[in-house]
């Protein structure tokens, strides 16, 4: 058999969000403390109801200093809102602030916009485009819009267009229960660089609404857990032939892609990265991850495959991520967690495999924002917000 061949160890991110195998892994009781926390939080939300869901949510946030677990709040379910305890929406209202900090690539977010003709570094504010749910949901009102809308003018004239930006997507929604002051938003919509509108883009946003994918219908297998249970004895062995060389030399091979998260569509397969035991280096294609938040996913989302001393090697990267001081760095790994399993996972491949035009149909009102991508859509929202729970998580020393 395979496994009398070859070692193998599952995504860490799963021992993450098991307190007794962590237990087995970790001697540290500060990390093992953190991670019992979020097990449990992870495991109330799986069944839970609204108001209990937003709560444990919110108690998520609240378990990590300076709104490291924050961004969860943008993929909590729309419809759970408007009937949101009132502790809950001062709880959403205090993280505002730090939610309007964060900028992320449009692409990230957007399925249509991953074509060469997009601008790849064009920025957004994805709280903004949340904004009329949370103003009909009387999480923020008409006197904090006119501050948003005073933020983003200020951000403007220094040049940073994303806040402005998102903004201008969000006016033209059919719908948006906004009430913004109309000489402020001119001067916005002014500011905005014209060629992030371009008609390219919006051409290949209409052609990605209207194809009929023949990759459609895919069954989403554990989308959201355990990711271990989808592996394929029979193709991890012919992987790990094609790496012979690689693990001869005592190299391992990381899987990961959507093979291992349960949605992969004909022709989709195993991504794969070579870890070099010798120097702890991760390369992807030849080329080398030198960024600490480039190799976060790579560790603990993947699959560990090697001739031995797989667990040695595994722990031994998973723990410098335990340890890292710089509070920034630290930010951007959890962000690459979330771009991984949420964004370029379930957003981009799962739901538009499994649901194909009918996921367009759902979300087509929302094209002008985002090529009408599945973060509208309830079902993923929910999935996100529990995928969140479980894997987005890198406790500290």
Request: aromatic share 10%.
């Amino acid at each position: 058999m395979f496994y009398n061949v070859y070692e193998w160890q599952k995504p860490f991110c799963e021992v993450l969000n098991s307190p007794g195998e962590f237990r087995q892994c970790f001697t540290n009781e500060v990390l093992r403390c953190q991670v019992s926390e979020r097990s449990e939080l992870s495991a109330t939300l799986s069944h839970a109801k609204p108001a209990a869901f937003l709560a444990a949510t919110q108690r998520l946030v609240e378990s990590a200093p300076d709104d490291r677990y924050a961004r969860i709040l943008l993929y909590v379910p729309l419809e759970y809102l408007p009937q949101a305890p009132e502790p809950f929406k001062d709880f959403y209202r205090s993280k505002m602030p730090a939610l309007v900090r964060q900028e992320d690539e449009r692409r990230d977010f957007a399925f249509g916009d991953s074509s060469p003709a997009a601008n790849a570094h064009e920025k957004i504010v994805k709280v903004i485009h949340l904004l009329p749910w949370l103003r009909k949901s009387g999480i923020v009102d008409d006197a904090y819009l006119d501050e948003l809308l005073d933020s983003a003018l200020v951000r403007a004239e220094r040049g940073e267009t994303a806040m402005a930006s998102s903004f201008v997507d969000v006016t033209q929604l059919p719908s948006n229960h906004l009430s913004l002051d109309g000489t402020k938003l001119a001067r916005l919509q002014s500011a905005v660089v014209k060629r992030e509108k371009s008609r390219e883009r919006k051409n290949y946003r209409l052609a990605w609404l209207t194809l009929d994918d023949p990759s459609s219908n895919v069954r989403l297998t554990n989308a959201t857990g355990p990711f271990f249970d989808n592996i394929d004895d029979r193709r991890m062995q012919f992987i790990a032939l094609q790496q012979q060389f690689a693990m001869e030399r005592g190299d391992m091979v990381l899987l990961n892609g959507p093979k291992l998260k349960g949605y992969a569509a004909r022709g989709n397969d195993y991504y794969s990265s070579i870890f070099d035991s010798r120097t702890g280096q991760i390369a992807k294609h030849g080329k080398k991850l030198t960024r600490k938040a480039e190799r976060a996913h790579h560790v603990i989302n993947s699959v560990w495959l090697g001739e031995s001393n797989t667990r040695e090697a595994q722990l031994s990267a998973v723990n410098s991520f335990f340890e890292i001081k710089d509070e920034a760095t630290l930010t951007d790994c959890v962000k690459d967690l979330e771009r991984d399993l949420l964004q370029y996972g379930l957003m981009h491949e799962g739901f538009p495999n499994a649901y194909g035009a009918k996921l367009s149909q759902k979300t087509a009102n929302f094209a002008t924002i985002d090529g009408a991508s599945a973060f509208w859509d309830s079902r993923y929202r929910h999935a996100a917000t529990m995928l969140y729970a479980k894997y987005v998580f890198i406790p500290q020393k």
